[in-house]
């Protein structure tokens, strides 16, 4: 998916550049007598509508996509509780007690079945971001002080998942990280 | 002598400006070069240089759009020169003590000091405050300059001309807003709305700090907060480079002036809506955050850009093809400016996406994007005026050198510097690592060779610096 999206800005980009440069020859090679754009107005008209509605279809397939509704009407099949601190992850299948975080050994996920984690800071602000065992964010949420961000998703593909913290909390916070396996 | 001093005020402010910028590109090639593996720097030593490179470049693009619209302000109301040196001064004391809470007291909780971070305190105790001061010393300086703007244009225009409202009917009005004034208007009117949070921010922390933590505050409103006044005033300076764009670009190129028309109007009046509403796109993966602010944060982001980009490049398009023009230094860093503005802005809607930003949240993505519309938009909108300026009022005239040369770079070494974050951003990399897990096969090679461009376009810098600063360096030398 990513790679989709570099793709998309590439083309988009590329689009832009083109237009720009277009433009410029355009100009460049005018001569004395002003031709300008016809009908301006009328371009710029349609030129909005068209980036409207553009934008109109792109936020109306991609909102419904957005995590907060993800499988929202099923049950879990397995509840994770992730306290984040700096600079480490604790897992547990039990509510943790954020005086004495203990957490589980090694996680293990079943494949293709639900899975929540519902995720806390006991300090700072923090981020919990899955990737897959190719390297990939597959699913990502924030771990804040205060609050519980409840993340659900299916995982497709077994192997080892590593989760990196997203949202800078100091000096260690690049070697932060844990994992979990998917079976 | 006002016009005088502001003019020389206007000279300071270039020469500020570049030299902190070079500077603080120099912190940019050093972070990327240790993201590689080129260099060795402590990973506090790395996040105090990315605290400092990113709160230098944000606060000097804004004085540099402030700068620059107080001056050409100048040519339709009078301004304030106290307002404007008061502004300079308070900078000045508070870069001093922003770089001193950084580089010597090694504060390093990002530019966006995101509570309870700097509460966390991992460097020299006093650094800590320092740095909320100095943002607080700042924030003084810019809301009694922004006031003395807004209070000089209401002298002269009303609140309903100002903002142009009597262009959303009448097509010959009698009293005629120019665009500059509009444009000044809203982007100072959303100013002082990021500044007044910036103040709110600042009076929470500094009681949970002076109060010994008796007094705590709520990590989540904390977010909405800082963000309200991040995103806010990264976007508002943007508009500050527009509104000289307007003025400059027609009158650079040998064109007619640009008038305000009805849909200039209302494309300017729903970005000043909008723009504030966008900030909750940085709050996408808090999921406990309302849902439905999150949706506003979404169609917010969509909508803010349709109004600048339909009108703004629509405009400059318009004005450009099939149209002689006097091509120059300054408008040609204002075409390709827009372009890379138009850019980064395709790069940010992608990101302001929720689907998307759940895949690309806080990855190297968002540098890329921001970079895009700065290094390679809004500088470009203020080297423009800096040159335009010290070449107009400079008693050295004669031909501009290297022109093309310095816009090579500029281009290449901007487009590659960009690419490398882009291409970390589909990777997955993170953004704010002083340095990379192994497993991030491709990122230290990505990291090199964003240092390598961004070297290229530091040298693109320093030959445009080397003849605009002599330039406004003369100007402030003169005896007036
Ligand atoms: C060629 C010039 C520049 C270079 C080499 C450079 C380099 C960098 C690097 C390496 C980072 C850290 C990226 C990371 O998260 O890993 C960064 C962050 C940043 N840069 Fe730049 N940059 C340049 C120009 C600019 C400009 C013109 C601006 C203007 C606003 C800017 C604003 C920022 C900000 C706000 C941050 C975020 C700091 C933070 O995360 O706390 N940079 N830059
Ligand atoms: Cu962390």
Known sequence: MQYALLLLFLVLAAVIALVFIIVYLSSAKSDDELKGMANPLQKRFWFLLILFVCLGIFAFITIPRSPYYLFAKEQPAKVVHVAAGQFFFTMSYKAINPDKPEGEMTIELPVNQLVEFRVTSLDVNHGFAIYSPSKQIVAQTQAMPGYVNVLRWKFKEPGTYTVHCLEYCGMAHQVMQTTFTVK | ?480
């Open chain 2, 1 to 480: 002598m006002e016009a005088k001093g502001i003019k020389k005020n206007t000279a300071i402010w270039i020469l500020a400006v570049l030299v902190l910028f070079v500077l603080s590109i120099i912190l940019g090639i050093i972070m990327r070069l240790n993201q590689g593996g080129a260099v060795h720097l402590e990973p506090g030593t790395f996040y105090a240089d990315m605290t400092v490179h990113g709160i230098t470049m944000i606060g000097i693009w804004f004085v540099a759009g402030m700068a620059g619209v107080n001056f050409i302000m100048e040519r339709y109301v009078k301004t304030s020169y106290w307002a404007n040196t008061f502004a300079l001064v308070m900078t000045v004391i508070g870069v001093v003590m922003l770089w001193v809470s950084t580089l010597i007291g090694d504060f390093h909780a990002g530019w966006t000091f995101l509570y309870p971070l700097p509460f966390k305190i991992a460097w020299s105790a006093w650094a800590t405050p320092m740095f909320l001061w100095a943002l607080a010393v700042l924030g003084v300086g810019w809301l009694v300059w922004v006031l003395s703007l807004m209070a000089a244009l209401l002298k002269k225009y009303s609140i309903s001309q100002v903002f142009a409202w009597q262009h959303f009917r009448n097509k010959n009005p009698e009293v005629e807003t120019p665009p500059f004034v509009l444009i000044s208007m809203v982007s100072l009117l959303g100013v002082l709305t990021c500044l007044i949070a910036a103040v709110v921010l600042l009076v929470l922390l500094f009681a949970e700090y002076y109060s010994h933590g008796t007094f705590v505050n709520d990590a989540l409103l904390i977010k909405n907060l800082t963000y309200f006044f991040g995103h806010t005033i990264a976007n508002e300076m943007l508009y500050l480079g527009l509104a000289i764009i307007y003025e400059l670009f027609p009158e650079i190129s040998g064109r007619p002036k640009w008038k305000t028309t009805w849909y200039v109007a209302i494309a300017w009046n729903l970005t000043l809506f909008f723009v504030l509403l966008a900030f909750f796109h940085h709050l996408y993966m808090d999921f406990v955050q309302p849902q439905g602010l999150q949706i506003v944060g979404q169609l917010a982001s969509y909508l803010a850009s349709l109004p600048s980009a339909g009108v703004t490049v629509f405009s400059v398009i318009v004005a450009v093809y099939r149209t002689k023009i006097k091509w120059s230094l300054s408008n040609l860093l204002f075409f390709i400016g827009i372009a890379g503005w138009v850019i980064g802005g395709v790069g940010a809607v992608i990101d302001a996406t929720i689907s998307n930003n759940f895949l690309l949240h806080n990855t190297l993505w968002v540098p890329a994007h921001f970079h895009s519309y700065n290094a390679m938009g809004n500088v470009l909108f203020s080297l423009g005026f800096f040159h335009w300026f010290s070449v107009e009022y400079s008693k050295r005239k004669g031909q501009e050198r290297l022109s093309s040369l310095k816009l090579s770079f500029l281009l290449l070494g901007g487009i590659g510097f960009l690419a490398a974050f882009y291409v970390a951003g589909a990777e997955s990399i993170p953004r704010r690592y002083s340095s990379y897990p192994v497993e991030f096969t491709s990122a230290k090679l990505l990291a090199t060779l964003g240092a390598v461009f961004a070297t290229v376009y530091l040298i693109a810098i320093l030959l445009f610096f080397s003849s605009i600063f002599k330039r406004c360096l003369n100007m402030v030398l003169q005896r007036s």
